[in-house]
């Protein structure tokens, strides 16, 4: 069974730091690997998805890695600002029928001090 | 453009009372899921459908019912609320190996 582990629980930076969320998951038997955040009382919103071909993604501030061999990822964020400032979750995607089941760490929750 | 549209926002059940909550789509994808997502447990899934017709066992599906009559809708039922049902509850949908899209939740309390 796919265990999904995020490190640190929560965090908290001054703006303009430059900082790491990290994820690890026990099967590496993944198809694909998603980051998403979210914001208090509200839904997830997609931020990044890695294949399991491919090594990291970009997107503006925003980059993704992925080692599948050894059950990680992480997420880079550049240059925080307070609007960064959310829970963020991993969630990888197993091999095992066509059902993009994700599942989901507890998330690390972020504050981006002013 | 709506996304992802959960039915009601908020409730609050006695328990032994049923309801069903709702979950539309207008992006015409095959997948849809609900999930539960509770303090210190993160989201987890109750159940899923990949198309019109058909649905599946997540890995917290007991107690509650689930339908995809439409393409665009997802019902998620429960029979009898009991308190350990009090969570908020998250639709999603998604084509294929594409990100999945949120709703914006149903918060339910139990009484």
């Known amino acids: 069974k796919q265990e999904v582990t995020q490190i640190p629980a929560a965090l908290s930076v001054p703006e303009g730091e430059n900082l790491v969320l990290n994820c690890s998951f026990t099967?590496?038997?993944?198809?694909?690997l998603q980051w998403f955040r979210q914001d208090p009382g509200k839904g997830l919103t997609s931020l990044l998805l890695?294949?399991?071909?491919?090594r990291e993604q970009t997107s503006g501030r925003l980059n993704a890695s992925l080692d599948k061999s050894s059950g990680r990822s992480t997420l880079y964020i550049a240059a925080s600002q307070p609007g960064d400032s959310a829970t963020y979750l991993c969630a990888p995607v197993n091999y095992g029928g066509a059902t993009n089941k994700l599942i989901f760490g507890t998330g690390t929750l972020l504050a981006v001090q002013p | 453009n709506a996304g992802v549209t959960q039915t009601p926002k908020f409730r609050v059940l006695k328990t032994g009372q049923s309801m069903t909550l709702l979950c539309a789509q207008d992006m015409n994808h095959e997948y849809m899921y609900w999930y539960r997502q509770d303090p210190g447990m993160g989201l987890r899934l109750i159940h899923y459908?990949?198309?019109?017709?058909?649905?599946a066992k997540g890995e917290v599906p007991d107690g509650y019912n689930v339908s995809r009559l439409k393409k665009q809708n997802f019902l998620l039922g429960l029979e009898s609320a009991a308190p350990s049902q009090t969570s908020v509850y998250f639709c999603a949908s998604s084509v294929l190996s594409q990100p999945q899209h949120f709703g914006d939740g149903t918060r339910l309390s139990i009484l």
């Open positions: 890695i294949q399991s071909s491919q």
């Open positions: 099967d590496s038997a993944i198809y694909n």
């Open positions: 459908s990949v198309g019109e017709g058909t649905t």
